[in-house]
């Protein structure tokens, strides 16, 4: 690999933030994480404010696993501000959640969701689960890199 691959989770429970960080390690395919603890911090960091003020925003996450259940922000409003905005509506966004209830699938693809995925909770599923969503997403997937809008 040329540059490295980011992928932005945003997830609250530390136990799956691990568990989805081993399972990527073990495959090889991303070479760097962001973790957002909550909407919020995953706002600002795609957004640059906060504690990333000053980060360059033309260098975004080639991915997004995004929960919906988080506090501060939850997370469909942190799909809805992904997709409204033309810097980041581009980045593949990919639902992983405890949550199979039909209404919840349904808002996460009205909302722009590119994929919705019920976390497993066995280990081996979820390690397979990880694999093909990390090959598919990070290896064959073509992606295209919005340049930033200029500042003023």
Same mark, same amino acid.
């Given at each position: 690999?040329?540059?490295?691959?980011?992928?932005?989770?945003?997830?609250?429970?530390?136990?799956?933030?691990?568990?989805? =960080?081993?399972?990527?390690?073990?495959?090889? *395919?991303?070479?760097?994480?962001?973790?957002?603890? +909550? !909407?919020? &911090?995953? $706002?600002?960091?795609?957004?640059?404010?906060?504690?990333?003020?000053?980060?360059? =925003?033309?260098?975004?996450?080639?991915?997004? *696993?995004?929960?919906?259940?988080?506090?501060?922000? +939850? !997370?469909? &409003?942190? $799909?809805?501000?992904?997709?409204?905005?033309?810097?980041?509506?581009?980045?593949?966004?990919?639902?992983?959640?405890?949550?199979?209830?039909?209404?919840?699938?349904?808002?996460?693809?009205?909302?722009?969701?590119?994929?919705?995925?019920?976390?497993?909770?066995?280990?081996?599923?979820?390690?397979?689960?990880?694999?093909?969503?990390?090959?598919?997403?990070?290896?064959?997937?073509?992606?295209?890199?919005?340049?930033?809008?200029?500042?003023?």
């Amino acid at each position: 690999m040329n540059e490295p691959i980011e992928i932005l989770l945003v997830e609250d429970n530390p136990n799956d933030v691990e568990l989805t =960080l081993r399972a990527f390690a073990r495959q090889k *395919l991303c070479t760097r994480f962001q973790v957002a603890r +909550d !909407g919020a &911090e995953a $706002l600002d960091y795609l957004f640059g404010h906060g504690a990333y003020v000053g980060r360059d =925003l033309g260098q975004q996450p080639k991915l997004v *696993l995004l929960d919906l259940k988080l506090p501060k922000v +939850d !997370g469909l &409003e942190v $799909l809805r501000a992904i997709k409204s905005d033309p810097q980041t509506q581009l980045i593949p966004v990919v639902i992983l959640t405890s949550s199979s209830i039909e209404r919840d699938i349904l808002a996460g693809y009205e909302r722009g969701a590119n994929s919705y995925i019920v976390k497993p909770v066995n280990y081996d599923q979820f390690m397979a689960m990880v694999n093909a969503l990390g090959t598919y997403w990070l290896k064959f997937n073509q992606t295209v890199v919005v340049a930033p809008l200029p500042a003023g």
